[in-house]
């Protein structure tokens, strides 16, 4: 199994604005007077440098909103719809996960905006012969599908597509079983709800678990959210605010980058990672908070060993 990240922006696209472009040079400039400088009796290459640099001057973290895609033995999921999936239908049109990409299967955590919103971008939907599997844990989420391609809201109807899009809703506490893929759902805690999906392939297991707050939960849920989480190989986890704004937002429906990493003491998950990032921050103000959640982890005696992953566009994990 493997997932690559295509948006990890929550609540609203965020691309880089020129003047985040122009910090990012200044500071880049400013480094590289100094750097040579201190480096003027060695052999100093250009690259050098550039390996040097903070990751938030080599990169950009990435301005969609949410969507994964996950490979499990050439089946193609896709975790969320937000505007990163725009990309995602194109690399998949262009065969970049294999010839066979007939059947989609699009898993939907709830259908706030950031996470359906990249969806009439996404370019399978045209082709006569695939088939579009959108699964979640709403009701609703088909006639929430339509509204949002209404002509008040999108030029052209679900109907007008050529593929055969089907939707399906998944029922917490059951298991799922499509070939070799296992899959189960839990409702989170957030406004209007969310859910996460589990998905084990070949005894690798992968948590998704998005908009969903902790602060101020009942034990119950805390307990279910153990239980669900527990044993993962890796989990995708809601990281919008720092461990601060997770207490002045209350009721916002947001996690923190520490409460990923109790969480994941809590489970025994090995690998962490942060995701639907604040929309506000840069590059540089994202790389900060996630630089305090490395050094609590260092601080925690039994999550020392929990390997943290900041998601950024087009980075890939194999489990
Ligand atoms: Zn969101
Ligand atoms: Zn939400």
Redesign the pocket.
Known sequence: MFFTFYGVR??LPAPLSNNQYHDKIREIIRRSFTYFSAHRDKKISLNDFYHDLPFYLKNVYGGNTSCVYVNCGGRHYILDSGSGIRQLGYDLTGKKYGENFNEINLFI??P?W??IQGFPFFLPLYAKDKKINIYGGHQNLESLFRLQQKSEFFPIPLEYYNSDIKFYTVEEGREYRKGPVFMAALKLR???D?YSYKFTYQGKTLVYAT?VELNDSTDDFISRCIAFFSGADAIIFDTQYTARESFEKLTW?HSSTWAAIDMAVKCKIKKVIFFHHEPSYSDEELFNVFEKAWKYRDMTKKGKDIELYTACEGMTIKL
């Open positions: 929550g609540s955590s709830h706030h950031d996470h957030h406004p209007g969310s908009d429906g």
